[in-house]
């Protein structure tokens, strides 16, 4: 990298932190701060669920699993497409149907606040875990790219992405995501063809690929594992509480649908288009050792990007995979903050409140901290990432979701699925391989999926058959029934002028990105054509959302 990337890196970096700190005025109460105001636009909500679902790994998690093994990855990411058609077509209209500001908030009304509590410790816990695997991938990129120390990375980026979190609540997250969105979109169209032309073209790709480099399964990601990581990523995208915020911050049932069908679209077109960079560097350079194939990203763009480029790419990559900690970051001070703390002093302030969410992302900001700097002793990113999805994923938040459907589920039989789940998952995980049964990844997430599934089928056949309705289930929807009463129907003045607000400062930040991506196009002292073209259509989106934001309103 030369003075041009790191500059390119600064001014992308300054735009995203005021970005964030614009909306610091709109999350002046809990709603406009952990929802949006309840009236998202479904096209930003379903931008920011793709980009913090896909980011938490894509570059260096998928990235890895494709340079060592190629189509595999792209098999393994469809699933999450199907994932998404799921959720938006069953359960994301669940969600919104609650009119709760949190999934914690949800488990309150239906299964009583001794369950709320108990899965609130447990969601902690895990995000302790996932805020520390999505702030890892983020400095990894930056010391492969910049060769700055992991250290170091870990402890700015974690800083940085607090500081806009706890200034800008939701809305902050989501339109940063939209932004980073849609100038990494551009980074990775602008370094495919680059890419491919370091190898000799497609037609090379292809001719000095390894053996069984475009099977569908490959190693340990056997059609078990597979269609296993299907259903879990169903189930996570559709309890995830990270996850919720974006089908209950829309304004109807209809929007929080194609939120999760937008989702799945982009999952559809997205997985080859990211994982083709470090399939063509296994060409490229075939003998990455261990865990260097993390970095197999980002070094095949140091190759192929030209200056300045380098430095807009890997902006776009450091923020859009810390979109990811964003988001938990925000709903875990949610959490604290509407669901412990608010519970304790009911009678609070909202000024109060407000401080305490805000201190409340600076203290999760700082354990993910803690964890990132830890994932190298756990055996490295994706043993962490598959290894926490296989334990937790679906005994956390597949109960929940049932109990959206179901009407014969208690507090009990929910929390009982739970716990019986995790104690099987991890006496495979610790007990068992020192008494000669090890699970490998295809069973270890089969295991994880499978147990809870059969549990709850179970318990509802059992109760069906003595036709038992929750007594829970009907106090929950006489209270839904009145908070529905109590709610104000259609937009306030106040939503719409956010969400004009919102297109404004979009349409700003895309507009002067474009100029950007253009400028380093004609700068580049070859294959200007790409990113010059790219840099134009980027600059137009922003002048449009501009111009919209100024002759009517959402």
């Given at each position: 990298?030369?003075i041009?990337?790191?500059?390119?890196?600064?001014?992308?970096s300054?735009g995203?932190?005021i970005?964030?700190?614009?909306?610091?005025?709109?999350?002046?109460d809990?709603?406009?701060?952990?929802?949006?105001?309840g009236?998202?636009?479904?096209?930003?909500?379903?931008?920011?669920?793709?980009?913090?679902?896909?980011?938490?790994?894509?570059?260096?998690v998928?990235?890895?699993i494709?340079?060592?093994?190629?189509?595999?990855?792209?098999?393994?990411?469809?699933?999450?497409?199907?994932?998404?058609?799921?959720?938006?077509?069953?359960?994301?209209?669940?969600?919104h149907r609650?009119?709760?500001l949190?999934?914690?908030?949800?488990?309150?009304?239906?299964?009583?606040?001794?369950?709320?509590?108990t899965y609130?410790?447990?969601?902690l816990?895990v995000?302790?875990?996932?805020?520390?695997?999505?702030?890892?991938?983020?400095?990894?990129?930056?010391?492969?790219?910049?060769g700055?120390?992991?250290?170091?990375?870990?402890?700015?980026l974690?800083?940085?992405?607090?500081?806009?979190?706890?200034?800008?609540?939701?809305?902050?997250?989501?339109?940063?995501?939209?932004?980073?969105?849609?100038?990494?979109?551009?980074?990775v169209?602008i370094?495919?063809?680059?890419?491919f032309?370091?190898?000799?073209?497609?037609?090379?790709?292809?001719?000095?690929?390894?053996?069984?480099?475009?099977?569908?399964?490959e190693?340990?990601?056997?059609?078990?594992?597979?269609?296993?990581?299907?259903?879990?990523?169903?189930?996570f995208?559709?309890?995830?509480w990270?996850?919720?915020?974006?089908?209950?911050?829309?304004?109807?049932?209809?929007?929080?649908r194609?939120?999760?069908?937008?989702?799945g679209?982009?999952?559809?077109?997205?997985?080859?288009?990211?994982?083709?960079?470090?399939?063509?560097?296994?060409?490229?350079?075939?003998s990455?050792?261990?865990?260097?194939?993390?970095?197999?990203?980002?070094?095949?763009c140091?190759?192929?990007?030209?200056?300045?480029l380098?430095?807009?790419?890997?902006g776009?990559?450091?923020f859009?995979?810390?979109s990811?900690?964003?988001?938990?970051?925000?709903?875990?001070?949610?959490v604290v903050?509407n669901d412990i703390?608010?519970?304790?002093?009911?009678?609070?302030?909202?000024?109060?409140?407000?401080?305490?969410a805000?201190i409340?992302?600076?203290?999760?900001?700082?354990?993910?901290?803690?964890?990132?700097?830890?994932?190298r002793?756990?055996?490295?990113?994706?043993?962490v990432?598959?290894?926490?999805a296989?334990l937790?994923?679906?005994?956390?938040y597949?109960?929940?979701?049932?109990?959206?459907?179901?009407?014969r589920q208690?507090?009990?039989?929910i929390?009982?699925?739970?716990?019986?789940?995790?104690?099987?998952?991890?006496?495979?995980?610790?007990?068992?391989?020192?008494?000669g049964l090890?699970?490998?990844?295809?069973?270890?997430?089969?295991?994880?999926?499978?147990?809870?599934?059969?549990?709850?089928?179970?318990?509802?056949m059992?109760?069906?058959?003595k036709?038992?309705?929750?007594?829970?289930?009907?106090?929950?929807i006489?209270g839904?029934?009145?908070?529905?009463?109590?709610?104000d129907?259609?937009?306030?003045?106040?939503?719409?002028?956010?969400?004009?607000?919102?297109?404004?400062?979009?349409?700003?930040?895309?507009?002067?990105?474009?100029?950007?991506?253009?400028?380093?196009g004609?700068?580049?002292?070859?294959n200007?054509?790409?990113p010059?073209?790219v840099?134009?259509v980027v600059?137009?989106?922003?002048?449009?959302?501009?111009?919209?934001?100024?002759?009517?309103?959402l």
């Amino acid at each position: 990298m030369n003075i041009l990337d790191y500059i390119t890196i600064i001014l992308f970096s300054i735009g995203v932190l005021i970005t964030g700190v614009s909306f610091s005025k709109t999350g002046k109460d809990m709603k406009s701060f952990f929802s949006g105001g309840g009236n998202v636009p479904w096209g930003m909500s379903g931008l920011s669920l793709f980009m913090g679902f896909f980011s938490a790994g894509t570059f260096v998690v998928w990235g890895s699993i494709a340079y060592s093994y190629g189509m595999v990855s792209i098999v393994i990411q469809l699933t999450m497409a199907i994932a998404g058609y799921a959720v938006g077509t069953w359960i994301a209209p669940r969600w919104h149907r609650t009119h709760s500001l949190t999934a914690a908030e949800y488990i309150t009304n239906r299964l009583g606040v001794k369950t709320q509590k108990t899965y609130t410790y447990i969601f902690l816990a895990v995000s302790i875990f996932t805020m520390g695997s999505f702030l890892y991938p983020v400095a990894k990129i930056v010391e492969v790219t910049t060769g700055i120390p992991l250290t170091t990375a870990i402890l700015v980026l974690g800083a940085f992405s607090m500081v806009y979190v706890a200034l800008g609540g939701l809305r902050g997250v989501v339109v940063t995501d939209v932004l980073q969105f849609v100038i990494l979109f551009a980074a990775v169209v602008i370094a495919v063809p680059l890419a491919f032309d370091k190898i000799g073209g497609v037609g090379a790709f292809f001719e000095k690929a390894p053996d069984r480099f475009f099977g569908l399964f490959e190693g340990e990601y056997t059609p078990g594992f597979v269609i296993a990581f299907a259903v879990y990523n169903m189930f996570f995208l559709g309890g995830n509480w990270a996850y919720v915020q974006r089908y209950t911050s829309v304004k109807t049932e209809r929007d929080s649908r194609k939120t999760g069908w937008l989702f799945g679209v982009l999952y559809t077109i997205s997985p080859i288009l990211w994982m083709l960079i470090p399939m063509i560097y296994r060409i490229y350079n075939p003998s990455l050792p261990g865990l260097e194939n993390e970095g197999a990203y980002l070094l095949m763009c140091k190759e192929a990007m030209p200056d300045g480029l380098l430095g807009l790419m890997l902006g776009g990559m450091i923020f859009a995979t810390a979109s990811s900690l964003n988001a938990t970051l925000n709903i875990s001070a949610g959490v604290v903050t509407n669901d412990i703390f608010k519970r304790m002093r009911p009678n609070t302030s909202e000024k109060t409140l407000m401080n305490v969410a805000r201190i409340s992302t600076w203290g999760f900001g700082i354990t993910a901290i803690i964890i990132a700097l830890l994932i190298r002793s756990m055996g490295g990113i994706v043993n962490v990432v598959i290894s926490v999805a296989a334990l937790t994923g679906v005994p956390i938040y597949l109960p929940v979701i049932w109990s959206l459907f179901s009407k014969r589920q208690t507090a009990r039989t929910i929390l009982s699925v739970t716990f019986i789940s995790l104690t099987i998952n991890l006496i495979f995980k610790f007990v068992t391989p020192h008494l000669g049964l090890a699970l490998d990844r295809a069973w270890e997430m089969i295991v994880g999926t499978a147990v809870p599934v059969i549990l709850l089928a179970g318990i509802e056949m059992v109760l069906k058959a003595k036709e038992f309705i929750a007594p829970e289930y009907i106090a929950y929807i006489s209270g839904r029934n009145a908070r529905m009463r109590q709610e104000d129907a259609g937009d306030t003045e106040e939503s719409r002028q956010t969400n004009r607000f919102t297109q404004k400062v979009l349409g700003i930040g895309l507009g002067l990105s474009g100029v950007l991506i253009t400028v380093l196009g004609f700068i580049a002292k070859e294959n200007i054509v790409v990113p010059v073209a790219v840099g134009l259509v980027v600059t137009l989106i922003g002048i449009y959302l501009l111009i919209l934001s100024l002759r009517r309103p959402l």
